[in-house]
């Protein structure tokens, strides 16, 4: 579900969008209506311009960072859950620092994908539940903590992420 999450397409608006948001950084580099834009963004987040185009400059960032990183799976499972973690962490921050300059079709794309994670939770109920904790107890002994609870946890990162994202807009 997370290895693929942009064509390459995505990647190469995502690397133009990172290419205008470091142009941004320079005095009088904005047009008037980019730096309305900026201001009104700012203002809702309660921050300075500067440090609205950090922010979604660190949030351009953690996405391309994830996006790079490949997860591998055995048995429906992530082979290192802290890679997989660390890759779920980087999206959401990417997806929430960044929302404002999300064009409508991304921004549903990530209500999609929020979606989708939540309906593939179902996988921690019942029989499948009790599977995935049974292949992660050696693992979860080997490193000494609990993989199934992070990994259980961490299925909700993107869509609380989303969520947050949406909310502050309203």
Known sequence: MINGLLSEQGKDNIEKLKSFLENCLYPNSLTDEAQEFFREVAALKGQSVEETLQEIMAGTRKYLEAI?????????LP?????YVDKIEKLAGGI????????????????????????????FK???GLLIRFRLI????????DLFGKYQKYFWVIP???????????
């Open 68 to 76: 790079n990183t490949e997860i591998k799976f055995k048995n429906d």
């Open 79 to 83: 082979t290192d859950i802290n890679k």
């Open 96 to 123: 929430e620092s960044c929302w404002d300059i999300f064009s409508v079709e991304t921004r549903q794309y990530f209500v999609n994908i929020a979606y989708g994670f939540t309906k593939a939770s179902y996988k």
């Open 126 to 128: 019942g029989w499948q």
């Open 138 to 145: 050696f693992p979860s002994l080997q490193q000494k903590e």
């Open 160 to 170: 609380k992420a989303v969520d947050r994202a949406i909310e502050l807009r309203k």
